[in-house]
T-cell receptor, first 117, second 111 residues
Framework: AQTVTQSQPEMSVQEAETVTLSCTYDTSESDYYLFWYKQPPSRQMILVIRQEAYKQQNATENRFSVNFQKAAKSFSLKISDSQLGDAAMYFCAYTMYSGGGADGLTFGKGTHLIIQP | DADVTQTPRNRITKTGKRIMLECSQTKGHDRMYWYRQDPGLGLRLIYYSFDVKDINKGEISDGYSVSRQAQAKFSLSLESAIPNQTALYFC??????????FGEGSRLTVL
């Protein structure tokens, strides 16, 4: 079974600084998808960014970017110019390509990000 | 209106009671899921459904059952609730693009 590991239960960063959240995963598949979701105190789950394993280019969405290292099975999230609104739980998630991904996503345990004003 | 709607948003119940959490979606997706979130454990899959005729157990299905009444409706039942089922429950949908679209969550407390 696939596993997703987030080794940082909590991270803290000063407003306007850059922070990187770590994620590693275990899979024997060669094609798969990776995601970062954000859960603010409102508890809504919000997609931050996604990466297809076959794409060599790292995904970027405004201030959010990933460092995808396929050989190392690592998928870290970098948040630049941190803002107070970035404070949330962040979850890394995986699904394999085969089977249409119909069995959903496998999530890590999450990293609680604190933004210091 | 939200694309994925869960009811109730919050519920307090007693041990042994039967509880149903309901989910409806307007996204037109075939795939629907129920996840459970516990502090420090992330989200874990309870059940998932590809369509009305296809229901599958997830990682932690014991003590739960589901019903897919229509393409747009997927309900989760706890036949006899116990305190360790206290958690935040999410319904989600997806299409072949793999992204999950979540409801707003149902917080269940079992006393």
């Amino acid at each position: 079974a696939q596993t997703v590991t987030q080794s940082q239960p909590e991270m803290s960063v000063q407003e306007a600084e850059t922070v990187t959240l770590s994620c590693t995963y275990d899979t024997s598949e060669s094609d798969y998808y990776l995601f970062w979701y954000k859960q603010p105190p409102s508890r809504q789950m919000i997609l931050v960014i996604r990466q297809e394993a076959y794409k060599q280019q790292n995904a970027t969405e405004n201030r959010f970017s990933v460092n995808f290292q396929k050989a190392a099975k690592s998928f870290s999230l970098k948040i630049s110019d941190s803002q107070l609104g970035d404070a949330a739980m962040y979850f890394c998630a995986y699904t394999m390509y085969s089977g249409g991904g119909a069995d959903g996503l496998t999530f890590g345990k999450g990293t609680h990000l604190i933004i210091q004003p | 209106d939200a694309d994925v709607t869960q009811t109730p948003r919050n519920r307090i119940t007693k041990t042994g009671k039967r509880i149903m959490l309901e989910c409806s979606q307007t996204k037109g997706h075939d795939r629907m899921y129920w996840y459970r979130q516990d502090p420090g454990l992330g989200l874990r899959l309870i059940y998932y459904s590809f369509d009305v005729k296809d229901i599958n157990k997830g990682e932690i299905s014991d003590g739960y059952s589901v019903s897919r009444q229509a393409q747009a409706k997927f309900s989760l039942s706890l036949e006899s609730a116990i305190p360790n089922q206290t958690a935040l429950y999410f319904c989600a949908t997806s299409d072949r693009d793999r992204e999950l679209f979540f409801g707003e969550g149902s917080r269940l407390t079992v006393l």
